[in-house]
């Protein structure tokens, strides 16, 4: 699975660009102006996530490189993943399609986020422990 932060985080950053675009100068199939803005918002707010976390992912992703990646720092770049898919992913549905089932997710795509940054920090603490030895 280390072979694929890099590459998932570079996908993370081209669709997060991709969508941040979209949010800036889409959503013309959004006809209430009102709706229009509370839905550019959201979408940015999801891309925001979005290339903060595929840095955080390369990040894993270097270090994986360098042969630093222990199992937290291999469960963060899980975590990541699964955060930004159920997180942004998720937003992009709803927003897209009007698909409102999968709304509860969100949450847990967050909940992922904030582990995955725990995660690293314990891994990361680990790999520079192991690098001073």
């Known amino acids: 699975m280390r072979k694929w932060w890099i590459p998932l985080a570079a996908l993370f950053g081209a669709t997060g660009v991709g969508m941040a675009a979209y949010a800036s100068h889409g959503l013309g199939f959004v006809a209430d102006p009102v709706a229009r803005e509370a839905a550019r918002a959201t979408l940015q707010m999801a891309v925001q996530q979005q290339l903060f976390h595929a840095l955080a992912l390369l990040g ?20 990541f993943t699964l955060g930004v898919l159920l997180f942004a992913g998720l937003i992009y549905l709803r927003t897209f399609t009007g698909i409102e089932s999968f709304r509860p997710f969100v949450p847990w795509g967050g909940t992922c986020l904030m582990l995955a940054w725990l995660a690293l920090g314990v891994g990361g603490y680990q790999a520079a422990r192991a690098a001073a030895k």
């Not at 270090?63 to 630093?68: D, E, I, P, S, T």
């Not at 199992?71 to 899980?78: I, K, S």
């Open 60 to 79: 894993v992703g270097i270090l994986a490189l360098q042969g630093r990646c222990n199992r937290w720092l291999c469960a963060a770049g899980g975590l």
